[in-house]
């Protein structure tokens, strides 16, 4: 059987939060290993639960992305065989890891994708996401390495400061530009718990008063201009750190 | 240049890992050490003057898995460049300010030294002559500057059969990537030895729990056992480690 782990960074959630996040983890219908990675505010209930737990004493304060990153290579180290996301508010339904390693073994991938289910901050179901595609666009959550694109979980923590915050992205881009073959199960098998002020500010619904984050996710143009307006020896410069040069 | 100087460790005497850590702090340049415990942290290092890491299990990798995680963490906080120290070894005097001076004339993405073998009680053995710093390297003469900072995952994705000498595939990673190399072609790292075979006639001591029966690495082994493989293996492992 393939050894499976799902790595988590958290960083202040409520660690009622985590606890659903691990126990979809342990849920699922595939044995799962759960990775949980400390960023500079450590649980010490997490010790005592059915994980790994690793302990970082800087917060890293980049949406989780360095923590991911040494979870995830902590993994290929210990020899998972597939290597896979949840952010510390998230779930996973039952059947998420079993879907995205069937669909891998069918298609030979080196990257697999779900598709997202968009929950209310109070965990309530809203509605099925509509940005995250799985081909164009992709959600950390959604996604599952197999060991010919390991190399890319450095990336998280080697994404320009400025724009780490969409580190996914740049790993998705990285990706695409190394030539690793990526599917999607069409599934959506991952509740994504929303804390975005300006989703509901663009909808019908009352702005939580709780756990409501300030953070607009651009569109890609305006990543692309940001980018194209970099000096061409700073570009260079940023794509040989990532080792995309 | 702020460096960040990693040292995994797990169950090395505290001893060994404070000469080591006041060997960092007296290096004369901006320094910071990162400890990694490799699933066995030790309190009285948490509370020295440095940033410590656990990690909840030991991977039984050589240190490799604790050397990435000090140096991702370390590339994340904006630290201009990342050495290593093993936890039974010691810098000697300006060995971070020779890697530095190489790496700020811009003559190295990899910056080497050669090392000083010492016994596992510290007494001094001579010069090593199997690390030249170009062809071989040894982990505790290494300084990555930020454009080199894309092999820093390799640690993990280093192929089994030599995972025990993981620093000969990081320099083999930066040769495939293109990434300039130079050496100062001095021996300022202190290296201790543990191989029973390079402490022999020593007496009874404290340390004799330390030593290790199998001999000391070969740092050619790596690059033997690499043309062994075939070009399907190889292109694998290429791939795997992102060096394609």
Known sequence: MRRVAIVTPYHGEPLAWIAKANASVRMQTHPTTHILVGDGKPEPAIDRWDAQHIVMPAGHRDWG??????????????????????????????????????????????????????????????????????????????????????????????????????ADRWVSIWLKRRGRKIGCTFKATVAYRVRYRHFYETSTMPIPTEHIVDLKIPHPRELRDWWLALPAEERERQLRIMGAS | MRVAVVTPYFDEPVEWLRRGHESVLGQGVDATHFL???????????????????????????????????????????????????????????HLASL????????????????????????????????DGTTTVDGSGMLLTRTAFAVL???????????????????GYLQLRRRSIATTGRATVASRQRSRQMNPQMPPSRWDGHLRDEPPRDPAAARRWWHTLTIADRTAYIRRMGAD
Do not use: K
Not at chain 1, 98 to 124: F, I, K, P, Y
């Open chain 1, 65 to 166: 992305h360095t923590p991911r990153a040494i979870g995830a290579l902590s993994a290929a180290a210990q020899g998972f065989d597939a290597i896979g996301f949840l952010d510390a508010d998230n779930w996973l339904y039952p059947d998420h890891v079993a879907t995205l390693l069937a669909l891998q073994e069918r298609d030979g991938l080196e990257v697999a994708s779900s598709l997202r289910v968009m929950h209310h901050v109070d965990g309530r179901l809203l509605h099925r996401c509509q940005l995250v595609d799985g081909i164009e666009t992709f959600d950390t959550n959604c996604l599952m390495m197999f060991p010919p694109a390991y190399s890319c979980f450095a990336v998280f923590a080697l994404v320009p400061t400025s724009v780490r915050y969409i």
């Open chain 2, 36 to 94: 990694v415990a490799d699933g066995r942290p030790d309190a009285t290092v948490a509370s020295w003057d440095c940033q410590h890491i656990v990690l909840c299990r030991n991977h039984a990798d050589w240190g490799n898995t604790p050397r990435m995680a000090g140096g991702l963490s370390a590339a994340s906080q904006g630290f201009d460049a990342v050495a290593y120290l093993d936890a039974d070894d010691w810098f000697l005097d300006g």
């Open chain 2, 153 to 171: 995952g390799v640690w993990c994705l280093v192929p089994p059969d030599v995972v025990r000498d993981a620093p000969q595939t990081v320099l």
């Open chain 2, 100 to 131: 530095l001076a190489l790496a700020e004339r811009g003559e190295g993405e990899l910056c080497t030294s050669r090392r000083l073998l010492h016994r596992i009680d510290g007494t001094a053995i001579g010069p090593c002559t199997r690390v």
